[in-house]
């Protein structure tokens, strides 16, 4: 499997260019052109200084067919390796709360998961039986 780091190229807005990355790197971006969640997803790893490589999949057969293996034979993007965990999909504190477990130097310095507001407090009281705080 080839791993890639990608940057933005100079006068082409957005167009992703490729460079080696060093392993052992241990959160891997699985991505493909075009996808909206993949750059959301990626916008928001950058953002938050998030070590990780990305591996294009329909430039990288290899990536693709991890993809296929836990994604029920989809090429379903973003896709997230984070040491042993592979995740579908994912939203940022999904994948940073992975990361807390399974590579904690890997998660910015200060990050706190989001708390659930009012409603979220109620439901979560329903859903378990506790009374809400």
Not at 9 to 37: H, K, N, Q
Not at 97 to 126: C, I, M, N
Request: proline share 12%; aromatic share 6%.
């Amino acid at each position: 499997m080839s791993v890639a780091i990608v940057g933005k190229s100079p006068g082409r807005r957005g167009v992703p260019d490729t460079m080696t990355c060093a392993p052992p790197t241990e959160i891997v971006v699985y991505w493909r052109p075009g996808c909206l969640f993949c750059s959301s997803l990626l916008r928001q790893l950058d953002g938050r200084g998030v070590p990780h490589c990305r591996v294009d999949i329909w430039q990288d057969p290899d990536g693709a067919a991890r993809v296929r293996s836990v994604a029920n034979g989809n090429e379903t993007v973003p896709t997230v390796g984070i040491g042993p965990v592979m995740l579908v999909n994912p939203d940022i504190h999904t994948v940073l709360a992975a990361a807390t477990a399974h590579v904690p130097h890997a998660v910015p310095d200060g990050y706190e998961p989001p708390q659930p507001g009012r409603f979220g407090r109620w439901l979560l009281s329903k859903l378990s039986g506790t009374p809400s705080t």
